[in-house]
């Protein structure tokens, strides 16, 4: 699958008048021109206008590929993780099992903390317009930024990095031949060519970073699960 958001090509369409004339048999056999129905004409319009706006589309993709918005991630905790220091700040971070809760004094207070601090930042860099400020799971924020502010930005002792918000796709087009899985007597061979390599055949994916007794994984409360139907198929693991 290619990218659709990086090709640099804008459609373009535009209208011209044409003398566009058909013959057409006439009785005896002669021929005459006929000028060609007011439908094709308009029919030519729908398209220049449809084609037009697919440009405009295009302008405006070209635009958020080439957006000045930047995230800036602060050295400081976000709220989730926070457990005190500064001066007149409690700590933030849930005890173990527990959510943070938004609306808590000690939370309130610390995200308005960590506001002053993005907004200190941005007057060090020389202005710039905040978009979004980020406070609970990550600290940070967005801001429209010139290439100055944003270079300006990284340089600071409270910024951790600078990063241009940009579009991206994912390409894995050329995936298989990198594996080696198209290659003659590859992978896909053994199992049957491309048309059916695959075939029939089930993945599971164990992630073993996962803690199973955590609560979110709890089924207290939920119904038994179904009983699986039995499976004669051969089961291969690889680490």
Same mark, same amino acid.
Request: positive net charge.
């Given at each position: 699958?290619?990218?659709?958001?990086?090709?640099?090509?804008?459609?373009?369409?535009?209208?011209?008048?044409?003398?566009?004339?058909?013959?057409?048999?006439?009785?005896?056999?002669?021929?005459?021109?006929?000028?060609?129905?007011?439908?094709?004409?308009?029919?030519?319009?729908?398209?220049? *206008? !449809?084609?037009? @706006?697919? +440009?405009?589309?295009?302008?405006?993709?070209? $635009? /958020?590929?080439?957006?000045? &918005?930047?995230? =800036?991630?602060?050295?400081?905790?976000?709220?989730?993780a926070?457990?005190?220091?500064?001066?007149?700040?409690? *700590? !933030?971070?849930? @005890?173990? +099992?527990?959510?943070?809760?938004?609306?808590? $004094? /000690?939370?309130?207070?610390? &995200?308005?903390? =960590?506001?002053?601090?993005?907004?200190?930042?941005l007057?060090?860099?020389?202005?710039?317009?905040?978009?979004?400020?980020?406070?609970y799971?990550?600290?940070?924020?967005?801001?429209?930024?010139?290439?100055?502010?944003?270079?300006?930005?990284?340089?600071?002792?409270?910024?951790?990095?600078?990063?241009?918000?940009?579009?991206?796709?994912?390409?894995?087009?050329?995936?298989?031949?990198?594996?080696?899985?198209?290659?003659?007597?590859?992978?896909?061979?053994?199992?049957?060519?491309?048309?059916?390599?695959?075939?029939?055949?089930?993945?599971?994916?164990?992630?073993?970073?996962?803690?199973?007794?955590?609560?979110?994984?709890?089924?207290?409360?939920?119904?038994?699960?179904?009983?699986a139907?039995?499976?004669?198929?051969?089961?291969?693991?690889r680490?």
């Open positions: 699958m290619g990218p659709t958001l990086r090709g640099k090509s804008v459609a373009q369409a535009g209208t011209r008048k044409t003398g566009l004339q058909s013959p057409t048999r006439r009785g005896g056999g002669m021929l005459r021109p006929m000028r060609l129905p007011a439908t094709l004409g308009a029919l030519a319009l729908v398209w220049a *206008a !449809t084609g037009a @706006a697919a +440009g405009d589309g295009e302008h405006r993709s070209a $635009a /958020r590929r080439q957006s000045n &918005v930047y995230i =800036v991630r602060m050295s400081e905790d976000p709220a989730v926070y457990k005190g220091g500064i001066p007149g700040l409690r *700590a !933030t971070k849930p @005890a173990r +099992g527990q959510k943070i809760d938004p609306n808590d $004094a /000690r939370v309130a207070d610390y &995200v308005a903390y =960590v506001d002053s601090r993005h907004d200190a930042a007057v060090r860099a020389g202005g710039g317009r905040k978009v979004y400020d980020y406070r799971s990550f600290n940070g924020f967005a801001a429209e930024l010139t290439e100055q502010q944003a270079a300006k930005l990284a340089t600071d002792p409270g910024v951790l990095s600078v990063s241009r918000d940009e579009m991206v796709d994912m390409d894995t087009s050329s995936t298989p031949t990198f594996l080696g899985l198209d290659a003659p007597g590859g992978l896909w061979d053994q199992l049957g060519g491309v048309g059916r390599a695959g075939e029939d055949i089930i993945i599971g994916v164990v992630d073993s970073g996962i803690w199973p007794e955590h609560p979110s994984f709890s089924d207290r409360g939920m119904a038994s699960a179904p009983l139907r039995p499976s004669t198929r051969r089961c291969a693991t680490s």
